[in-house]
């Protein structure tokens, strides 16, 4: 069995027709019901529902705080390579950019890794470039055994793996995946990835299941919004976790809603996605799935996220630096794109504390 068969269910799926039968009582009575189905998730991501965003503002902080309190988990993200393999239209590691490439030796992971523990985070993302020959598997399983030493959460976010080889890296130390589809529509994920491995639709679609069966404790999906129309692409994330949500009940599931950042390159087309679209997608996943985190990056403005975390925000980037060394090394890389969120741990940690929200930088530990 493959989401993709769930997919299909609604590939050809005419959204502009559905939203434009969507009343008001419909939308109140979606907000009045304490379990939506997918038809009342979609119905949250119609153009008529945004004029309800206070009323599903005020539900998904309710939610949020039965399920997760007033704590957000902070990590940052260590780039250890940013060699690429595939040509995507809107990314600055595509294959054809001449930009400033590297991949820290070990002696390096192991620097990095210092100088950000030493900020008191314990949850870290690493990721690279989608190149296997320049990052194998046995190079990010030695990086993970350094890391183990300093952190007790690593999340991976690399080229899609197969089955064993999430296993192979989960017996490593990596306890969690962040994976995004980028685009759900597949005329969209055809043109704006031209050429290498990432072309293949089918094998990244599975890849969060994959992990999953693997034994991931956590799954962190979504797409790229920009890429095509927002609603389609939220509701096709959503669609996507409450699959694996139901499928694999021993794993937590969370959601990222990026947005595309300025990027060495020039694709231009680009789907408009505001700050209302945005939180609209956010309330609309939180009141469909709330057991479900969601995860804020530094693409968006310190502002900005600050009025998303008592909207349903469970985890947040706090001292990001998107080039590959960035937290230690002199001589960085290029960076994959411009952050818009540039504030320290510390500065992320007491802005979170005058909000009334506990700063978590440890959660779990290895059993």
């Known amino acids: ?15 502009g027709n559905f939203f434009e039968k969507v009343t008001d009582n419909d939308i109140l ?10 038809i009342d998730f979609l119905t949250l991501l119609s153009p008529k529902a945004e004029k309800y965003l206070e009323e599903m503002a005020q539900k998904s902080n309710k939610l949020s705080i039965q399920h997760f309190g007033k704590s957000i988990i902070l990590y940052t993200p260590m780039y250890i390579a940013n060699y690429c393999s595939n040509k995507c239209s809107y990314c600055s590691f595509n294959v054809e950019n001449k930009i400033t490439r590297k991949k820290l030796t070990l002696e ?52 899609p793996l197969k089955e064993e080889e999430y296993k192979e890296l989960i017996h490593a130390g990596v306890d ?26 089918r094998f990244r679609l599975d890849a969060p299941e994959r992990g999953c069966r693997a034994k991931m404790r956590s799954v962190n999906i979504g797409a790229l919004l920009g890429l095509y129309d927002f609603r389609s692409e939220g509701f096709f994330t959503g669609l996507h976790g409450y699959y694996l949500q139901n499928k694999y009940l021993d794993v937590e599931i969370n959601f990222s809603l990026p947005r595309i950042r300025p990027h060495v390159g020039s694709f231009t087309d680009i789907y408009e996605v505001s700050d209302k679209n945005l939180v609209q997608v956010m309330l609309a996943l939180k009141l469909f799935m709330p057991y479900a985190g969601i995860n804020i990056s530094t693409r968006e403005n310190k502002y900005f996220r600050e009025n998303l975390i008592p909207l349903g925000i469970t985890k947040m980037s706090a001292g ?13 890389s290029s960076s994959q794109f411009e952050i818009s969120d ?26």
């Open 1 to 15: 069995m493959s989401f993709y068969y769930e997919y299909i269910k609604y590939r050809d799926f005419d959204f």
């Open 29 to 38: 009575n979606v907000l009045s019901k304490n379990r939506l189905n997918e």
């Open 108 to 159: 390096e992971v192991e620097i990095e890794a210092k100088k950000i523990s030493s900020t008191g985070l314990r949850h870290i993302l690493i990721l690279t470039g989608e190149s296997k020959t320049k990052t194998p598997i046995s190079y990010i399983k030695d990086c993970v055994h350094i890391l183990r030493n300093y952190f007790d959460s690593i999340c991976i976010e690399i080229y």
């Open 176 to 201: 969690s995946l962040t994976i995004y589809q980028e685009a759900y529509n597949e005329n969209a994920y055809d043109k704006v990835h031209i050429s290498g491995p990432k072309k293949n639709y």
């Open 320 to 332: 990001v630096c998107t080039e590959v060394g960035g937290h230690s090394q002199s001589n960085k």
């Open 342 to 367: 540039t504030r320290s741990v510390l500065e992320i940690k007491e802005s979170l504390l005058k909000k009334g929200y506990q700063p978590i930088f440890k959660d779990w530990d290895y059993i």
